[in-house]
C-alpha cells in the first residue's frame, strides 16, 4: 500500500508517526505535501517519507489520499487534484464541517471518500478518530483506513450526524483538558508547590481519572461520589465548582463548538 498526505502539519505528523511506529507501513511506503517547506523537511528528516511540494505527485503515486488541511483550503486543493483522483482510490479528510454530500460534489460522486475526525492526542498515541464513509467505500477498503487510523489511538465508526459533536467531545476538548490542568497547577503553585510538580500531579491525576472511567465502566457520577466522603475536603471543592457553574460553562462552550464546525 501506498498512503499519500497532503498537508505535513503537527496532525499529519502525528498520524504518520504512530502509522510508521505501529509498524502498520514503513516510511518507504508514505508520501506526503506541503506548501511550507519547513514541514516538508521535518516530514523527511523527523519521519524519513518521501516528501514534494506537488500534490498531484501525492494523489498519483497513492492508494489512500489524506487531506490534511485546513478546512479553509480544502475547496482550492479538491479542485487542483480531482482529475488526478481515480475510481480506485480512497480519499481521507479529517475537516470539520466538510460533508460527505459537499466532498462529493467537490471531486464528483464518484470517489471513495472517508470522513475523519482525529484529536492531538494522537502526538502520543492516545487519540481517538471518528470514521464515517460513504456509499462508494466497500467493507475491505473501510478496514484498510481504520487499521491505519488504529496506528495512532482509538476508532469509532459513528453516523455522519455526530461529527459535528465529536469536533466538541473529543477534537476540541484537549484545549479545554489542557485549561484545567493549568488551572489546577496554578493553585497548587499558589499554595506553594513547584510549577513542575504541580503540572506532574495535576496531570497524573487527570491521567488516572480518565483510566478509570474507561477500565471500570462506572458513571463518573458514581466516581466522583467514592472520592467525596461526608464533610470532607472533596465534596467542599465540588460545592465550590457547581456554585461557580463549571458543568454549565463546559457544556456552553462544547454547543458553541459544535455550532462552529457545523457552520465550517
Same mark, same amino acid.
Not at 142 to 165: A, N, R, W
Given at each position: 500500500?501506498?498512503?499519500?498526505?497532503?498537508?505535513?502539519?503537527?496532525?499529519?505528523?502525528?498520524?504518520?508517526?504512530?502509522?510508521?511506529? +505501529?509498524? @502498520?507501513?514503513?516510511?518507504?511506503?508514505? $508520501?506526503?505535501?506541503?506548501?511550507?517547506?519547513? #514541514? @516538508?523537511?521535518?516530514?523527511?528528516?523527523?519521519?524519513?517519507?518521501?516528501?514534494?511540494?506537488?500534490?498531484?505527485?501525492?494523489? %498519483? !503515486?497513492?492508494?489512500?489520499? /489524506?487531506?490534511?488541511?485546513?478546512?479553509? &483550503? &480544502?475547496? #482550492?486543493?479538491? #479542485?487542483?487534484?480531482? +482529475?488526478?483522483?481515480?475510481?480506485?482510490?480512497? /480519499?481521507?479528510?479529517?475537516?470539520?464541517?466538510?460533508?460527505?454530500?459537499?466532498?462529493?460534489?467537490?471531486?464528483?460522486?464518484?470517489?471513495?471518500?472517508?470522513?475523519?475526525?482525529? +484529536?492531538?492526542?494522537?502526538?502520543?498515541?492516545?487519540?481517538?478518530?471518528?470514521?464515517? &464513509?460513504?456509499? +462508494?467505500?466497500?467493507?475491505?477498503?473501510? %478496514?484498510?483506513?481504520?487499521?491505519?487510523?488504529?496506528?495512532?489511538?482509538?476508532?469509532?465508526? @459513528?453516523? %455522519?450526524?455526530?461529527?459535528?459533536?465529536?469536533?466538541?467531545?473529543? #477534537?476540541?476538548?484537549?484545549?479545554?483538558?489542557?485549561?484545567?490542568? !493549568?488551572?489546577?497547577?496554578?493553585?497548587?503553585?499558589?499554595?506553594?508547590?513547584?510549577?513542575?510538580?504541580? &503540572?506532574?500531579?495535576?496531570?497524573?491525576?487527570?491521567?488516572?481519572?480518565?483510566?478509570?472511567?474507561?477500565?471500570?465502566?462506572?458513571?463518573?457520577?458514581?466516581?466522583?461520589?467514592?472520592?467525596?466522603?461526608?464533610?470532607?475536603?472533596? $465534596?467542599?471543592?465540588?460545592?465550590?465548582?457547581?456554585?461557580?457553574?463549571?458543568?454549565?460553562?463546559?457544556? %456552553?462552550?462544547?454547543?458553541?463548538?459544535?455550532?462552529?464546525?457545523?457552520?465550517?
Amino acid at each position: 500500500m501506498r498512503l499519500g498526505f497532503i498537508g505535513c502539519g503537527n496532525m499529519a505528523t502525528a498520524m504518520m508517526k504512530g502509522i510508521i511506529e +505501529n509498524q @502498520i507501513l514503513d516510511n518507504g511506503q508514505i $508520501i506526503g505535501s506541503d506548501v511550507s517547506e519547513t #514541514s @516538508i523537511e521535518k516530514a523527511k528528516n523527523t519521519l524519513g517519507i518521501t516528501v514534494t511540494n506537488d500534490n498531484k505527485k501525492v494523489v %498519483e !503515486e497513492s492508494e489512500i489520499i /489524506v487531506l490534511s488541511i485546513k478546512p479553509q &483550503y &480544502y475547496e #482550492s486543493v479538491i #479542485s487542483e487534484i480531482k +482529475n488526478s483522483v481515480k475510481a480506485d482510490q480512497i /480519499v481521507v479528510t479529517i475537516a470539520p464541517g466538510k460533508t460527505l454530500e459537499w466532498l462529493g460534489n467537490q471531486f464528483g460522486n464518484n470517489v471513495k471518500i472517508v470522513r475523519t475526525m482525529p +484529536n492531538t492526542p494522537a502526538l502520543v498515541g492516545a487519540g481517538i478518530t471518528a470514521v464515517c &464513509y460513504n456509499d +462508494n467505500v466497500d467493507d475491505n477498503e473501510l %478496514e484498510q483506513v481504520v487499521t491505519l487510523l488504529k496506528g495512532f489511538g482509538k476508532c469509532e465508526i @459513528i453516523p %455522519e450526524s455526530l461529527m459535528d459533536v465529536v469536533v466538541s467531545v473529543s #477534537s476540541s476538548s484537549p484545549a479545554y483538558v489542557f485549561m484545567f490542568i !493549568e488551572a489546577m497547577a496554578d493553585a497548587a503553585v499558589a499554595d506553594g508547590m513547584p510549577r513542575d510538580k504541580a &503540572y506532574e500531579f495535576a496531570a497524573q491525576a487527570v491521567l488516572g481519572s480518565a483510566k478509570m472511567v474507561l477500565d471500570t465502566g462506572k458513571h463518573p457520577g458514581e466516581l466522583k461520589d467514592m472520592v467525596c466522603s461526608p464533610a470532607g475536603t472533596t $465534596i467542599e471543592a465540588v460545592r465550590v465548582l457547581e456554585e461557580k457553574g463549571m458543568r454549565s460553562a463546559v457544556i %456552553e462552550a462544547m454547543k458553541a463548538c459544535t455550532r462552529k464546525a457545523k457552520g465550517m
